[in-house]
Structure formats: C-alpha cells, structure tokens
C-alpha cells in the first residue's frame, strides 16, 4: 500500500463556488506521479475554526497533506495562523522569510507595504519554503505524523513551488525502489473525445497494465497513458510498444507524441525548416498571433499578423480586392485567398495563413451559418483555400477551434 | 447562522486529478444562492470504505448536503452502497426507479444492458430524484440529521436535476423570511493586493455587516462585498453606501463598479462613444486584438491590429521610418508613436494604441530591461507616449500587463 496524502485547498472564493479549484487536481497529479496514494481532497473557507479543525483531521489521518491558499497579506488568510494551532503552538517571526519578502518587494522597486511582515509569521517549527515569484513564503510542518506542505493559492506560485521544492523533498522521502508511476500523454486534433475512444477500443485488451485516460483541452484532446509498476525498464518499453500502436490508430490526428500543444508543435515545425511566417485574421481576432505569440522565441519564425476586422482594412492592408469582397462577401475562400497572398508579399515570409468566418452570435448570413470559417494558405509553392464549418454556440469556442483547425492545415503540410 | 451545507464528489478521475471537479463549485454558488452556508467541500475516490466514511462524517456535522458521481452502471459506482452502509440499512430495488431506466432507453431506442439495472437499487428509505438527461436516477435520504441529494457526477445531468428536483426542494424546506446573500464585484486595475487592502484597511470597522474578500484575476484584482441578512432594502442601501466608499477611497484604479473586467469596460466606452479604434502591437503579439474580439460586438468599433512583429512589417504595414527604428530601436516612445499615427490613418480610426516592448525570456538590451514597455495613443486631437516597466519573470504575464496597461491608458482617456 502506497503512502497516504490528502490535498486542501483553503479560500472563501472556492468554498463559495466563485472559483473552480483547479490546484488540487494538479497537485493531486504530481502527487501520484511521485507513487503516493491521494486518498481525499477537501476545502475550507476563510474560518480559523474550520480551517484549524480540517488540519486536524488530515494530520490523524493521513501522513503526508499539501495545502493551497490563505497566505496572503489581508486579514482573511489564516491558514500559518490555523497551522499553529492544530499544532497547539503558536506564530512567530521568521527573519529568512521576512528577507524574502522584503527582497521580493526589492527586485519589484516598490515598498513593502506593512501589512506584508505578515507572511513572514509562521508557526513554530516551520521549515520556509522559498516562493520565487510571489511574496507569500510557503512552510513545511509536521503535526501528528503528518507533514503538511503549505503554498500560495496563486496556480502559478503553488506550481512553481511545488515543483521547485516540495516535490524533489518527497521524492526523498519516498527513496528508491517505491511504486513507479508514469503519465505520458499524446496530444491529439481533429477527433471528438469518443472517436477517440472508439478508435483506441481494443486498448484496454492488448495493454492490460496500462490504464487509458482522455483529457479534453478544448479543441484538443489528450490521450494519456498511466503506468504503474515497479521496473523501470519494462515500464518504459511497455510505454513505447504503446506509444506506437496509438500513432498507427490515430495517425495523422496526432499532433505531439510529447504532449506539446498544437501552437508549440507547429512553431517547431518551422523553427525547424528555418521557414518563416505571417498571418491575416478576420474572425480569430488576433487569438492565432496571441498562441504563437505567447510561446517564447517566436520571433525566430513570426513576422505579422493583420487583424483586418472592417473591409477597409483587408483592402488596404492586404490589397484584397473590393470587387472580391463585393462578389463573395468578406467570409469566402476568394477573399481567404486574397488575404493570405496579401500578407506574404507584404511580409515577405515563406508561409501564410488567413482565417475569415463567423464566431457568432451575430453576423450568420443565408448559406453561412455561425461557425463558418474559410482558411487561406500560402506555401513557397502553392495557394490553396478550405471551408469548414463547426457547430459550437459560443463565440469564445468557436475562435479557438477557427484558429487551431488553422494552424492544423499548417501543421499538415509538414507531415 | 444559516444552515450548514456539504458538498462531496467522488470518483478516480478526480481523486487522482485526471479530471478538474468543476461541479462542486457549481453546486456550492447555487446552495448559497438558497442562503444555505457550504462550510466544506471534500472528494474522494471510487473506494467503499473511504467513500462510507466521509458520508458518515458529513451525516453527523451538517444538515444538508449534495454528493456527485458514483452512480453508474459500473462495478466502480458506489455510492449507493455507501450511503445504505452509513445509513446502517440495505440497498433494494426501487421499481420507479427501473421504470425510469428503462424508459430512457427505450426513448434512444436501444436495448438496456442488464448492467444497468443496478442503477435502480438504492438505499432503503430514500426519494428518487428523477434524472430527464441520463440513466442514473438521483436520490435523497436522510443519515443521522443530515438530508443527502446524490446526483450523477456528468455535469449536465447533475445541473439539470439540481434545478429542477433538488434547489425547489432546498427552497421549500428554507421557507420564506430567509437569509439573503449578496456578492458585489469591483473592478480594480492598478494596484497590488496588498496595496487595496492598505487602501481601505478601514473597511471593517466601517461596515461591520459586510465581509471584504479580494480575488486576482491577473492582472486585474476583483474587490468583493459578501453582505449576508434578511432585508433586501437594507441590504441593498448597505451596498450602494459601501460601493461609494470604495469609489472614494480608490479612485482612478476602479474599472468597473458592475465587476466588468477592463476590456469589457473600455469596449462599452468606445460603443457609447461611437468611437473606432485600430491597434498596433508588438510586444503583444495580438493579445490586445484577442481580449477586445473575443467579446461579442466588437466589429462595431474594432477596426484593425497590425501585429507587427518584424521591423520590415513595422515599415511597410505602418509606415514607420527605417530612421527612426536605426536612431531610437523599435522598443522606444519614438516607434510607438509612429505606429500609433500609421495604424490610425491606416484604418482611419478615431483613436489608436500602439504597443512595442520586451516580454522576455530574450530580448533585453542596455537601458531595456525585459518588462520594458512603450505605448503610443493617438485620440482625435492628440498623439502621446508613455514609457512603463514591469518585473514578471514570465513572458505571458508580461505580455498580458502589457495589453491590460495599455487598454487602461485608453480608459483613462474617458474618464
């Protein structure tokens, strides 16, 4: 039997619903990852008693607990304060974490304010966790058998944290020859979570010691494979040996057999071929440049996107013709074309892609329903156009597919 | 003190973080909705006695509560069978309830696996909750003084039994002359958490009935009033005189009172202003063009943005002078300025912004630093510049303070 660990997430907007909680489900993944055993989530609000009394109750359960949130600089985080008593001792200054925060308002250029000495007061016995891109020191302590790893709620401080300190002392902890277990996930575009399934049916038969999960990051779907065992070789050729049969189910549907994103994948690609590229967005409103944008070293490939929302804009930015967008309207692959030749000779990049459509609610027209979308490519070689049409209600959806089904015309052409 | 609520969900996926819980959030903003108070939220996996164990422990702490997941078809759905252990009684069959099966596969025309037939066998004493969308029947039962509602874990059948069976229930049983809780967001952007609660450390004492929260929404920070009792004319007397007070105390930072994040907010000023407006992004590589379009309507003022990355697409998109970009560099109020005036006439817009700056990880030169950010603003009657510099050490993060400082530079404008 594996070591027993709990997760608790602190916080009135949790507690209340005004948050989903997404750190514990993170958590509770690296967690198993390191082969111990979550046996519960729970969450509290902003409530010295409640807070104190979970605490309790995980600490004569349960041997190991990471805990997200409440300790901040405000009068509602109470989490060191509830720590201390469960462990029936009480807050005190610690000088390390106060230099870290005072350092940390230091590299920022502005004053700490005085309400932020708070988060340097932390229960007996603690040992300070360094946050390196927050102001909020974490602590570990042990209370009963239990050693409780307290973080920010802030995903991106807790994350780090996590992975910085929490996770190399447990990995300690736990020594060699635990209980190994293995995530690999397969990142995958153009199928719905159940053709997926549907396609991967026999999986189940043919790798009885692998356990088959779907993860929908709309629009793609990630397949992913949980490995458990105890040798790491077999384990490994084991994930190969399936790593393979998936590829040759769902062959070009499978973007990254690294789990990379789509956007990642194909900046790869073109970083790759030292190709360059531009875009002219109508309806993806600048989301297609904002994802590959986002991604660090972009500009090694990235020359332009046009953002031509008003039909002046296609006309003087991309020299698409007025008799064009007389004729077809501005959602058409006669204008999808105009628009991607446009902006590769005024970029002078290797490649281009265009997106003009309709992300709804408004703006559907007699034979273009809302989730039309016409694409324009533009290879060193060739020009080509596509229409798909997509069946989501919403505007916010309907962009993000419009812009990875893009992207994946783009990523096709290196296969 | 408002009766205490709990809420439960259960299954692997979530327990071992495969699948994010977003029903428990769901659930709980519509339990308080009722003015019940949700005091905890726990989950815990496919496992009888765990599963047992926490229903007993709920049974015995609160009066009310909402459980999810756990009754399909599958050997791995449990959870009647742990309600009927903690309730110290047996599962029967409930002839309803198989009626219920039955008929929702004969309307999808298919034949009912006997496997299915198990979802009809609940706890002695309970109510069937009836479920219009899926298989499992629902049901209620009473465990020490605790009134239970298990629901299915998919989301759209546990929604859709919650409104109609489980919330009109709650509400019969809350009566009239109940507790009232309201929550009231405001906007703020450009202050740290800590520096609003400096500024209005004196809420408390000022307004004893009402709690204080704040929530990060990088990079903008939502101040939230919960005001909880039982007249809605006081209550709402209450919150106009606290808005006001927080109106007073942070001044410019506040966004939107109505809690409408900055884009949304600066887009209603452009609309009423019937004013359009063109974008020239660098830095943030279309992240600006994303946040105004993916709101609906934005065609009505949202012109163009030229993402323009490369100094050849800043010369010929936005007819910056090669001079300018040799003499000043592209990250200078120089270049900013110039690709505001060009995106302008360009689009021939009323007003524009221009962004060029280093997000990082790369890109840092003598006097640059990476957070170093210029923005350019023409309105009607005048072109200015601005210089910023922020500390995030993460790329995303810049580039969205990036967008958000310069969408409130444009706010600004129409205050």
């Known amino acids: 039997m594996n070591t027993k660990a709990e997760i608790l997430a602190t916080g009135d907007e949790i507690r209340s619903g005004a948050l989903v909680d997404s750190n514990s489900a993170w958590i509770a993944e690296r967690l198993e990852e390191t082969g111990l055993f979550v046996t519960r989530h729970s969450c509290v609000g902003d409530d010295l008693q409640e807070l104190t009394r979970v605490i309790e109750e995980i600490s004569l359960r349960s041997s190991l607990a990471v805990v997200s949130g409440g300790l901040g600089p405000t009068s509602d985080d109470l989490t060191a304060q509830a720590a201390a008593l469960a462990k ?108 997926a399934a549907e396609e991967l049916k026999d999986f189940d038969s043919r ?116 008799k064009t967008l007389a004729a077809y309207g501005a959602v058409s692959e006669e204008t999808a074309l105009e628009m991607a030749r446009g902006v590769k000779e005024a970029a002078g990049s290797d490649y281009s892609l265009s997106t003009t459509g309709i992300a709804g609610p408004g703006g559907a027209t007699p034979g273009k329903p809302v989730g039309t979308v016409c694409f324009g490519l533009a290879t060193p070689s060739a020009l080509t156009a596509r229409t798909l049409c997509f069946n989501f209600a919403d505007r916010k959806m309907n962009q993000k597919i419009f812009a990875f089904a893009g992207l994946d015309l783009l990523r096709r052409q290196f296969l």
């Open 88 to 195: 029936q001792t009480e807050i005190v200054l610690f000088p390390e974490a106060l230099a870290a925060v005072e350092s940390f308002f230091q590299k920022m250029n502005r004053p700490m304010p005085p309400s932020n000495k708070k988060q340097a007061m932390l229960p007996r016995g603690s040992s300070v966790i360094d946050n390196p891109v927050g102001t909020a020191p974490g602590f570990a302590l042990e209370i009963n058998s239990c050693l409780f790893f307290f973080l920010p709620g802030v995903p991106r401080e807790m994350k780090e944290m996590c992975r910085d300190s929490v996770l190399p002392r447990i990995e300690r902890i736990q020594g060699p020859g635990q209980q190994i277990n293995r995530i690999r996930t397969i990142t995958t575009f153009g199928l719905s979570e159940s053709q």
């Open 207 to 322: 790798f009885k010691e692998i356990k088959l999960g779907y993860r929908t990051l709309f629009p793609e779907i990630q397949v992913k494979l949980y490995i458990t065992g105890s040798d790491q070789q077999h384990l490994e050729n084991l994930e190969q040996e399936a790593v393979e049969w998936l590829v040759h189910k769902l062959g070009r549907n499978i973007v990254s057999a690294e789990g990379k994103s789509l956007p990642e994948h194909t900046a790869r690609l073109l970083v790759r071929r030292k190709a360059t590229l531009a875009l002219a967005e109508s309806c993806t409103g600048g989301l297609l440049a904002h994802c590959l944008t986002s991604l660090a070293g972009s500009s090694e490939y990235f020359l332009l996107s046009a953002v031509t929302y008003s039909n002046q804009a296609k006309q003087k930015m991309l020299n698409v013709s007025p």
